[in-house]
Nanobody, 116 residues
Framework: QVQLVESGGGLVQAGGSLRLSCVAS?????MGWFRQAPGKEREFVAA????????SYADSVKGRFTISRDNAKNTLYLQMNSLKPEDTAVYYC????????????WGKGTLVTVSS
């Protein structure tokens, strides 16, 4: 069983930056982030393999977001730069083998609000 706990969400102005963290317990494989905006379906944001050698991003965040992980700390990160109001959402940490369509394990989410 894998447990995931996110942190780092908050309120930021458009153009600003935030870094999300996710601490994992248990063995993880590929990890990543999804987000769900109010009234919308949950969508894939980014993923990274266990070794960190392969990453993937949604087109909407390419060039602005960077995913990384520190396996020694069992921690996943999402550095978000040049934030836009449309990035406002609950961000979920996830782990498993089904990216980008889904995941096997989910955190409870952390809210990111970008004001214009």
């Amino acid at each position: 069983q894998v447990q995931l706990v996110e942190s780092g969400g908050g309120l930021v102005q458009a153009g600003g930056s935030l870094r999300l963290s996710c601490v994992a317990s248990g063995r993880t494989y590929t990890m990543g982030w999804f987000r769900q905006a109010p009234g919308k379906e949950r969508e894939f944001v980014a993923a990274i393999t266990w070794s960190g050698s392969t990453t993937s991003y949604a087109d909407s965040v390419k060039g602005r977001f960077t995913i990384s992980r520190d396996n020694a700390k069992n921690t996943l990160y999402l550095q978000m730069n040049s934030l836009k109001p449309e990035d406002t959402a609950v961000y979920y940490c996830a782990a498993g083998q089904r990216f980008p369509r889904g995941a096997d394990y989910w955190g409870k989410g952390t809210l990111v609000t970008v004001s214009s």
